[in-house]
C-alpha cells in the first residue's frame, strides 16, 4: 500500500508502509513464534491475514485548523498546528465518505476547533465508529457544553447525510490534557448504543465502550476463541478484561446455558452494552460486572473459580498479581488473547504451571508492526 502522508513525511503512524502486505504478516508471525517459544511445543495455526486497507472501524479525528479551514486528522503537540488525514486510506470507505460532511459541519455551524496552544476553541475531536451493516455513532469532544445547541441542531440534518447514523453523543473534556475523551457524555439521539453486526452476533457498543479496530479480524478472534472453549466444553468461565462482551457472549452462545459465564470489564458502559446482548439474546447464565480484572480475581473464593478463563487484556498485559493468581488458582485452561506478544511473554513468565498449546497470530493493525496473538494455555501435567 502506498500513503501519500507518509510520503510526504505529515503522518508516520503506519511504520511498515511500503512493506509488502504479505511480508507485513510473515513478519509478525516470526515474531511471536519467536518470543513465544520458552514457553512450549506451540501448535501455530495459520496466521489471519486481513485486508491492508480500508479495516478501520474508526476513526479519532483530532480537529484543528480555523472554522473556515478546519484539519481533521493530528496535531502537532509541540506547535499546535493540525494535519489533515481525511483520505487516511486505513478507514473503511463509509468512514472516508464521512469527513467531507464534518469539514461542512464545522463551516456552516461555527463549530470553532479547539487550539491546544491558546487553549481558545471547543471542538477537540470527533471519534467515529462504524458498524459492519452501515450504523454509525459520532461524538464530538468539546471543551464545554457551549456548542451542545448548535450541534443539537444539526443532528436530522447529519443523519441525513450520512445514512445509517444511529448515536450522536457530546464528550466533555474540560481539562487541557492530550486525552482523546473525557468522563462526562450526553447523548443527544433517542438511540443509545450502535449495533456492532459480526457475523454471529451483533453486540452492542454505547459510547465510552472498547472495540476492536478491525472488525473482520475481531470477528475471526471470537471465531477462534469459541473454537477452543466448544472443544473445552467448560461449566464455568470467565471473560476478565471483556469490553461488551465479545469472547465471553460468543462463549456462552456456543456452551447453549451449560456453563455459567461472567464477564468482567472496568468500563461500566461497556458492561451496560454486553448486558444489553446478553438480555436480547436470552443468555440466563450469563452474567456482567464492572469491576478491576485483578481486584475481581483475587477477592473470589476458590469455589467460584472458573473452569475456563478468557483475558484480553489492554497492552500492558494481565500484571504480576493477576498472573500469579491464575498460577495458583489451579484452573486449567486459559485463553489469553494480546495486542503485546512482549506483555503476554512476560506474564507467562509469571505462571510457569502452564504451557501454550495452541498460537495464532490476527493481524488487527495492518501497516504497523502491532498484532494479535491468541493464545490456548494449558496446565502442564
Ligand atoms: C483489549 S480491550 C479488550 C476488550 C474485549 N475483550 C474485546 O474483545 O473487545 C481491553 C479492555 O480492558 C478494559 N480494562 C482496562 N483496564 C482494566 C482493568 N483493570 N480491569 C478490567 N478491565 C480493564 C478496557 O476498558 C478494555 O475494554
Not at 107 to 124: F, V
Not at 154 to 182: F, K
Not at 252 to 257: F, K, R
Not at 330 to 355: H, W
Request: charged content about 20%; glycine content about 6%.
Amino acid at each position: 500500500m502506498q500513503c501519500p502522508y507518509f510520503d510526504a513525511n505529515i503522518c508516520r503512524s503506519c511504520t511498515q508502509m511500503g512493506v509488502p502486505y504479505t511480508q507485513q504478516v510473515q513478519a509478525k508471525d516470526a515474531e511471536a513464534r519467536a518470543l513465544l517459544s520458552p514457553f512450549g511445543e506451540i501448535d501455530w495455526l495459520e496466521p489471519v491475514a486481513s485486508a491492508e486497507e480500508g479495516f478501520r472501524n474508526k476513526a479519532k479525528i483530532v480537529v484543528a485548523g480555523s472554522v473556515q479551514e478546519p484539519t481533521l486528522g493530528i496535531v502537532n503537540p509541540r506547535t499546535g498546528i493540525g494535519s489533515d488525514l481525511s483520505e487516511c486510506g486505513l478507514y473503511e470507505p463509509a468512514l472516508s465518505a464521512m469527513m467531507p460532511v464534518f469539514r461542512a459541519l464545522i463551516q456552516r455551524a461555527q463549530l470553532t476547533p479547539y487550539n491546544i496552544k491558546t487553549q481558545k476553541g471547543e471542538l477537540k475531536n470527533i471519534l467515529v465508529t462504524l458498524s459492519p451493516n452501515g450504523a454509525s455513532m459520532v461524538r464530538f469532544v468539546l471543551r464545554s457544553k457551549k456548542l451542545l445547541v448548535p450541534i443539537r441542531r444539526e443532528i436530522q440534518r447529519l443523519q441525513a447525510e450520512i445514512p445509517g447514523l444511529t448515536v450522536v453523543s457530546v464528550n466533555l473534556l474540560r481539562e487541557p490534557i492530550a486525552l482523546v475523551e473525557g468522563a462526562e457524555e450526553i447523548i443527544l439521539t433517542e438511540a443509545q448504543t450502535l449495533p456492532m453486526q459480526l457475523s454471529e452476533l451483533s453486540l452492542h457498543l454505547r459510547p465510552q465502550s472498547f472495540f476492536q479496530t478491525n472488525t473482520a479480524i475481531a470477528d475471526a478472534l471470537y471465531h477462534q476463541g469459541r473454537e477452543w472453549v466448544a472443544q473445552a466444553a467448560p461449566r464455568s468461565l470467565w471473560d476478565l478484561y471483556c469490553g461488551v462482551g465479545g469472547f465471553g457472549l460468543h462463549a456462552a452462545t456456543v456452551l447453549d446455558g451449560a456453563a455459567e459465564v461472567t464477564g468482567i470489564e472496568v468500563s461500566s458502559e461497556a458492561i451496560a452494552s454486553a448486558q444489553r446482548t446478553a438480555g436480547e439474546l436470552k443468555l440466563e447464565n450469563m452474567h456482567f460486572e464492572a469491576a478491576d480484572a485483578t481486584e475481581f480475581a483475587l477477592a473470589a473464593a476458590p469455589v467460584d473459580y472458573p473452569e475456563l478463563l478468557v483475558v484480553n487484556p489492554p497492552r500492558r498485559g494481565i500484571g504480576e498479581k493477576l498472573a500469579d493468581w491464575v498460577q495458583t488458582s489451579g484452573i486449567q485452561t486459559v485463553i489469553y488473547s494480546s495486542c503485546n506478544v512482549r506483555s503476554l511473554a512476560k506474564d507467562l513468565e509469571c505462571m510457569p504451571g502452564f504451557r501454550v498449546a495452541k498460537a495464532r497470530v490476527l493481524d488487527m493493525f495492518p501497516q504497523t508492526n502491532h498484532y494479535e496473538v491468541i493464545t490456548l494455555l494449558e496446565r502442564k501435567k
